[in-house]
C-alpha cells in the first residue's frame, strides 16, 4: 500500500511548500521596499515644495532689492547729472573699445 496522494509526491510537496514560503517572503520584502520608496518620495516631495517656496521668497527679495537699486540710482543721477554724463561717456568709450578689437 502506499501512503502518498495520487499524483502527488512527497517531493513535489516539499517543492511547493518551499515555493510558497520564497514568494511569502518576496511579497514581504516587496512590500518593504514599496513603502521605503514611498517614505523616500514623500521626503522628497516635501524637499522640494520647501526649496520652491525659499526660492519664490528669494525671488521676490530680488524684486523688491532691484527696486531699490533703481530708486538710489535715479537719486544719484538727479544729485550729480554732471557725474552721471562723465560716467556714461565712459562706459561708452570702454564698450567701444571693447568692440572694436578684433
Known sequence: MQNTMQGSTPGATSTGR????????AT????RL???AQQAMER???VASQTANRLSEKGQELWDMRGQAADQARSYVREHPIATIGI?????LLISRLTSRR
Open 18 to 25: 518551499y515555493a510558497e514560503n520564497v514568494a511569502d517572503k
Open 28 to 31: 514581504e520584502s516587496l512590500g
Open 34 to 36: 514599496t513603502e521605503t
Open 44 to 46: 522628497l516631495s516635501d
Open 88 to 92: 556714461a561717456i565712459a562706459i561708452g
